[in-house]
């Protein structure tokens, strides 16, 4: 008779929890490797964003300098990413937020200088830092019913999905008439690009479903191969030319490519190029406080629903839906915030993409650690990042919103007093393409509906206190009017 001893645990494992959590170094690394490729796009995406406005003088972030503004997004995604993996030991990548960065853009920046509205961002991340480090932040989560939580992850599910298709081009604008979106342009696919993100998506699919390992990793690599070759042969070009015309057939924001360089020295001038007070001189007072509000909620709430979803999906949550280590989750995140606004790049936040990689089997802290470590090489390989197109990278978002959405079975929708606002929570994040307004409609649904039934002592009273927040928030234009 034998007696069978356990293999022991490497170092690595031991400090990231990998055989605990039902996870392998390999399958972290490659879950790393994914939520990078996946979400990779925002070093070219995010200077494209900043640089669409000007601020009160006239002036464009950095210069107009497209190089300086990319390699400090991605310094700063690696440094965050690396301290969620480090500190909070969960799979989850950072990055500039979208929507944040287009508000900071178009609202902010115009009333003030760049300076001064990155100064306001690093405000907002450190209200949220004392939020969090006061416990409030941690209670609001608390205080939300566990299947208002299932409801965000599976809105969430819904949001990726619908953005995959959209920056695919699969899913298009239609610029007119009484229906907003079509398939493709003019309801038909057209274009090369297209058929690349169909060929990926049915390749991550088929993949997935012959339980392939690495099954997302080698769709989205072997999709950019084709992209590649397709551009090479067909020379499609991107969506938007230099002359300022409009290719609807085109790569929607890279343009596939064998790089001619592989290595590019990275222009850090951004970090530190932001001024706490100026703002309140320029702006006012009520002015500035109404943006940090606004960025506060926005943030406050993108990330909880996030935080949430990607715990769901990798089975970290506990019994009250909480996903482990919530507050140092929190606190990395609202650091985040902090930097994002230090450097010049708006402010930085959790990224639901990062369910990519745990579908690829990500479940600790070691994926982020691999992300962000990817984030701080692409500080130097900026030009090898960019070699990745939309159309390879999104079809992995799809197969995400799927395994998301397995989650609405958690809901009991014959109680009206959740179905109700679960099915708002789910629906508007796709159709509002914001998570926020999704779940303060939830919120908001939610206590109505208890008043309705006499029965307001059940709402926790932080939940009657975020219901009250969102009021505001979903009113701000016209108080912003009313006040101005």
Known sequence: MSTQTSRPRSRIDRFFDISQRGSTVGREVRGGIVTFLTMAYIIVLNPIILLQGEDMNGDLLAGGDFAAISAATALVAGVVTLLMGVVANFPLALATGLGLNAFVTFSIASQMTWADAMGLVVIEGLVILVLVLTGFREAVFNAVPA?????????????????????????????????????????????????????????????????????????????????????????????FTDDGGVNPSGWNLNVPAIPTDVVAWPDLRLIGDFSLLGSWENAGVVTVFLFVFTLLLADFFDTLGT??????????????????????????????????????????????????????????????????????????????????????????????????????????????????????????????????????????????????????????????????????????????????
């Open 147 to 239: 299947q208002l939580k299932v409801a965000i992850s599976v809105g969430i599910g819904l949001f990726i999905a619908f953005i995959g298709l959209v920056d695919a081009g699969f899913v298009r604008r239609t610029g007119a008439g009484p229906v907003p979106v079509e398939l493709g342009t003019g309801g038909q696919l057209q274009g090369w690009p297209v058929l690349v993100f169909v060929i990926g998506l049915a390749l991550v699919l088929g993949l997935y479903v012959a339980q392939v390992r690495g099954a997302i990793l080698i769709a989205i690599v072997a999709t950019t191969v084709l992209a590649i070759v397709v551009e090479k042969v067909a020379k499609v070009g991107p969506t």
């Open 307 to 484: 935080m949430t979803a990607i715990g769901a999906e990798a089975g970290l949550l506990d019994e009250d839906g909480n996903p482990p280590h919530t507050r140092r989750i929190l606190v990395v995140d609202s650091l985040a915030a902090v930097a994002g606004g230090a450097a010049s790049v708006s402010s930085n936040t959790s990224y639901i993409e990062s369910a990519s990689g745990v579908a690829e089997g990500a479940r600790t802290g070691l994926a982020s650690v691999v992300t962000g470590v990817l984030f701080l090489l692409a500080t130097f390989l900026a030009p090898l990042v960019t070699v990745i197109p939309n159309e390879a990278a999104v079809p992995a978002l799809v197969l995400v919103g799927f395994l998301m959405m397995q989650q609405v079975k958690g809901i009991d929708w014959d109680d009206l007093e959740i179905g109700i606002p679960a099915f708002l929570t789910i629906v508007l994040m796709p159709f509002t393409y914001s998570i926020s307004v999704g779940i303060g409609a939830g919120f908001l649904a939610y206590v109505l509906l208890k008043v309705v039934r006499r029965k307001a002592a059940d709402v926790h009273p932080l939940m009657w206190g975020v219901a009250a927040l969102f009021v505001v928030y979903f009113a701000i234009a016209p108080i912003t009017d009313w006040i101005g």
